[in-house]
C-alpha cells in the first residue's frame, strides 16, 4: 500500500474516460503545484465506446469500477466524489459577455466574480437555445472566460479591484443529452458521484498550455483514441474549441484490415511500429505472421494523411482562416510516427513548432512515485483533476416525487429549479382560488372572487421546505400539489346596494322599505343565489299598490303622494311622502291590479324620466279640484282647443330653462331639464317652490315661473 503524504487530506480522483482506455488520476495542489498520489489506467476488453461515445454503458461502469478499487487499495483510501470530462464528438460552442452593475463603487470579490461567470454560463445557455435547430437536448459541459473588463476596461483580475460594472466574456461548450448521461450512468454504476465536468480539450490546455504561454496564437490537439479535440490560445485566453471525430482508432481499423487480425492485435501491431524491430504477430488464421516497421508506417500514410488535412483545416477555421504559430500535441494517437511532420507541413509551419507535449509541460506537476507515467498519455487526465480547481462545473441529480432528475449546478439551486425542470404545472405551487362569478349590477361589471386554497406542501428528505430550499446532490424532494379554494357564494342580500334600505314618509312616519332586485328580467329575493353571468338591476322606488301590500293597509281611500293625488301605479322614491286621505276619492287607475313600471334597465339608464306625467289627453285635473262640481256640459265647454305640444322658457335654480314636447307641464316634469340625484340623499327631504311657495310635483307650471328644489338639511 502506498503511503500518502501529508497535505493530501483533500484528495481530488479524476477520470478520463477514453475510447480505448481509462485513466484514472489521483492528486492534491499544494502551492500551485499538483501532487500526482496514484495512476491507474485499464483498457477496455471491448469496444464498449467508439468516437468518445459510450455504446455498452455496463461494461464501461465496470472498467470504472475497477480503476476505482485498483486505486483505493493503493493509497488506502475511500474514493465516493470524481472528475471527469467529456469527448466533443458533436462539440457546439457559444460566446457570450456577462455584466454586473453594482449601486455603489465596491472591491470585487470571489462572490461577485462567481455570479458573473454564472450569468455568463445562463446567458450562453439562452443563446444556445435560440440557435440549436436539432431536436437534441444539449448541456453545458464546460466554459472558459476568455476576457474581464472592469468598468469598461479590460483586466487580467478582478479581485480586490474597486469597480462599479464589472464584466466578462466567456465561451461555453455544449454536448448531447446522451453522451452526458451515458458518462454519468457508468460513472454511477462504480459507486462514484461526479465532483465536476468539463470537456476534454478544455482539461488538456490546463496542463499543456500555461496561462503565461496563452499571450501567442498556439493550437492544442488532443489525439485520443475516437476524437481529436482542439483548443485555441491568443492575447492571454482561450479563444475557441472544436474537434473533428477521427483520432488513433481510425488507424488501428486499418491494420485489422490489412493484416487480417483483431483490434488488439491492431493495437499492439501499431504501437509496436515506433520500434526498428520486426512485429510478430499471429493472424485470425492462427498463422504466425511477421511484418517491418517501415511496412505499417506505409499501410497508416494515407490515413494520416487524411486525419491531419482535416485537424488543419478545423484550426485554420477556428482561427479566423489562418494557421498559428505553433502546435501542441497529447494523447496517444498522436504519438505515430509521422503524426507532426504531416500536419506542420498542412499548417504551413516549420515542422520543429509542432509537437508531441508529455513530460515537458509537467513542470508544476509532483509525481510522488518513482514509477509513475509522465508521458502525453497522462495530461488529460491530470488536467481534468485541475479543472476542479479551476470551476465548479457539474451536474447534480435529485428524486422530485419519485422522477430521478438531472440538473445543472450553478451553485443556486433551488426546489423552483427543480419543478421547472420535470414541468410540473405553476398552479399546482401556489394556493388556488375557486371559481369566480361575473354579473353586473345597474349595467356595471362586477366580480366576486372564490376562496383562497392551500399552498403546496414541499419537503426536502422529510424535513418542511419551500420553492426557494437550496437542493443538493442526492436529495429527496415531495411537492403535494397546491388546493382550490370553495367557488365564490353570494346571494343577493350580500350586495351593498340591497343593504341600504329605502325611505319613505307614510302618514307622517318614517318607515324603512327593503330593496328589491330584477335578475335577468325576473324579481329575485335577497336569498337568490348569484349565478355567472346574472345581469341584475337595483330598484330604487316602491308602486304605492307595492307600500300598500307590505304594510297591509286599505287601498280604498284616496292617497297623496309629496301632496299630490297618486295612482296605485305611482313611484314612490327616497324620502318620498305617502298620506292616505280618507275623505278624497281614489284616483281613477285601471292599471291598479298592475305595477306599472317602467322596465328595470329603462329606470337604471334614467331616474328622472321614471316619475308619472299627466296623460297629454286627459282633461282630468289630476289635484282633484273643483272638476267634479262643474256639470260634464260645462266641462265640456270649457276645454281647450288642443293645439299640439307648446314651448315655455322657466327659471330652475337660477339658470333659464326652456321645456318642450310636451301640451302642458308640471312641477316633476323639471327633472327631465337639471341635473339633481335623487338616489343619493344629501338631506331629510326635497324642498320644491314655484315662486317663492311650496309646490306640490304633480302642480302645473306656466311661462315665466321660477322654480326652487334643494335638500332640507335642517
Known amino acids: 500500500m502506498a503511503k500518502v503524504k501529508k497535505g493530501s487530506d483533500n484528495l481530488v480522483f479524476g477520470l478520463d474516460i477514453g475510447t480505448r482506455s481509462i485513466v484514472g488520476t489521483v492528486g492534491y495542489i499544494v502551492k500551485d503545484k499538483f501532487h500526482v498520489v496514484g495512476q491507474c489506467v485499464k483498457e477496455h476488453e471491448t469496444r464498449a465506446m467508439l468516437d468518445g461515445q459510450i455504446h455498452d454503458i455496463m461494461k464501461v461502469g465496470g472498467t470504472i469500477k475497477s480503476v476505482k478499487e485498483t486505486l483505493e487499495k493503493k493509497l488506502g483510501v475511500t474514493l465516493s466524489d470524481v472528475c471527469i470530462a467529456a469527448a466533443g464528438r458533436v462539440l457546439k460552442t457559444i460566446t457570450t459577455t456577462s455584466e454586473h452593475i453594482f449601486d455603489a463603487e465596491k472591491e470585487v470579490d470571489n462572490e461577485d466574480i462567481y455570479n458573473l461567470l454564472m450569468d455568463g454560463v ?3 445557455y439562452a443563446d444556445f437555445a435560440n440557435v440549436n435547430d436539432s431536436d437534441l437536448k444539449f448541456y453545458c459541459v464546460g466554459y472558459t472566460p476568455m476576457r474581464y473588463y472592469m468598468n469598461g476596461y479590460q483586466i487580467g483580475n478582478l479581485e480586490g479591484h474597486k469597480a462599479s460594472k464589472i464584466s466578462c466574456e ?15 450512468k457508468a460513472v454511477e454504476i462504480a459507486g462514484l458521484t461526479v465532483a465536476n465536468m468539463t470537456l476534454e480539450p478544455i482539461a488538456a490546455i490546463q496542463v499543456a498550455i500555461p496561462e503565461k504561454f496563452r499571450m501567442l496564437n498556439l493550437a492544442l490537439v488532443d489525439v485520443g483514441a475516437g476524437t481529436s479535440d482542439i483548443s485555441i490560445t491568443n492575447d492571454g485566453t482561450i479563444v475557441a474549441y472544436g474537434m473533428i471525430p477521427t483520432a488513433g ?3 488501428t481499423d ?10 488488439d492485435t491492431a493495437e499492439m501491431i501499431k504501437r509496436s511500429a515506433d520500434g526498428k524491430k520486426a512485429i510478430e504477430y499471429t493472424d485470425i488464421m492462427g498463422l504466425p505472421q511477421t511484418i517491418e516497421p517501415a511496412r505499417v508506417h506505409e499501410m497508416l500514410d494515407a490515413k494520416l494523411e487524411e486525419m491531419t488535412d482535416l485537424v488543419a483545416a478545423e484550426i485554420k477555421r477556428l482561427n479566423g482562416e489562418k494557421s498559428v504559430s505553433a502546435v501542441f500535441v497529447v494523447g496517444g494517437g498522436g504519438t505515430v510516427k509521422g503524426y507532426t511532420d504531416k500536419l506542420a507541413q498542412k499548417l504551413g509551419i516549420v515542422k520543429e513548432r509542432v509537437a508531441v507535449r508529455g513530460k515537458e509541460v509537467m513542470q508544476t506537476i509532483v509525481f510522488e512515485n518513482e514509477d509513475a507515467i509522465q ?7 491530470i488536467g481534468i483533476c485541475l479543472s476542479y480547481y479551476a470551476q465548479s462545473n457539474n451536474f447534480i441529480f435529485v428524486n422530485f416525487n419519485g422522477t430521478r432528475l438531472k440538473l445543472y449546478d450553478n451553485g443556486k439551486l433551488t426546489v423552483s429549479d427543480a419543478a421547472m425542470q420535470v414541468s410540473f404545472p405553476n398552479e399546482d405551487l401556489f394556493p388556488k382560488r375557486g371559481k369566480a362569478v361575473n354579473f353586473t349590477v345597474n349595467k356595471k361589471q362586477r366580480m366576486i372572487r372564490g376562496e383562497q386554497g392551500d399552498s403546496s406542501v414541499i419537503t426536502i428528505n422529510g424535513e418542511p421546505g419551500d420553492l426557494y430550499s437550496a437542493i443538493t446532490s442526492g436529495d429527496d424532494i415531495n411537492v403535494t400539489p397546491s388546493t382550490a379554494g370553495a367557488d365564490a357564494d353570494a346571494s343577493l342580500g350580500s350586495l351593498k346596494e340591497l343593504s341600504e334600505p329605502l325611505h319613505a314618509v307614510v302618514n307622517g312616519k318614517t318607515i324603512e322599505l327593503p330593496r328589491t332586485a330584477i335578475v335577468n328580467g325576473e324579481r329575485q ?11 341584475i338591476v337595483i330598484e330604487n322606488y316602491y308602486t304605492v299598490s307595492d307600500i300598500c301590500k307590505l304594510l297591509e293597509l286599505e287601498s280604498g281611500a284616496g292617497i297623496l303622494v309629496n301632496g299630490t293625488a297618486a295612482k296605485m301605479s305611482t313611484k314612490v322614491y327616497e324620502n318620498f311622502t305617502l298620506d292616505f286621505d280618507n275623505n278624497a276619492p281614489m284616483d281613477s287607475d285601471e292599471e291598479a291590479e298592475t305595477d306599472g313600471n317602467l322596465s328595470a334597465e329603462e329606470d337604471a339608464d334614467s331616474y328622472s324620466s321614471e316619475y308619472d306625467k299627466l296623460p297629454e289627453d286627459d282633461s282630468e285635473d289630476d289635484n282633484g279640484s273643483d272638476a267634479e262640481d262643474e256639470s260634464e256640459e260645462a266641462v265640456e265647454d270649457e276645454k281647450p282647443v288642443d293645439n299640439g305640444p307648446v314651448e315655455i322658457s322657466i327659471t330652475a335654480n337660477g339658470s333659464p330653462v326652456t321645456m318642450h314636447g310636451k301640451k302642458s307641464y308640471v312641477f316633476v316634469d323639471v327633472f327631465d331639464y337639471i341635473d339633481f340625484d335623487l338616489r343619493n340623499p344629501a338631506g331629510r ?6 315662486n317663492g311657495r311650496e309646490a306640490a310635483y304633480m302642480q302645473p307650471i306656466s311661462e315665466g315661473d321660477v322654480l326652487e328644489i334643494y335638500w332640507d338639511r335642517d
Not at 170 to 184: N, Q, R, S
Not at 254 to 263: E, G, M, P, T, W
Open 122 to 124: 445562463e446567458q450562453a
Open 170 to 184: 466567456l465561451i461555453a461548450t455544449f454536448l448531447p443529452d446522451d453522451v452526458v448521461d451515458g458518462l454519468y
Open 249 to 251: 482508432d481510425s488507424l
Open 254 to 263: 486499418i491494420i485489422v484490415q490489412n493484416c487480417l487480425v483483431d483490434f
Open 375 to 381: 508521458d502525453s498519455l497522462m495530461v488529460t487526465p
Open 525 to 535: 329575493n335577497e336569498f337568490y343565489q348569484i349565478k355567472d353571468g346574472d345581469e
Open 685 to 690: 327631504s326635497v324642498i320644491t317652490k314655484v
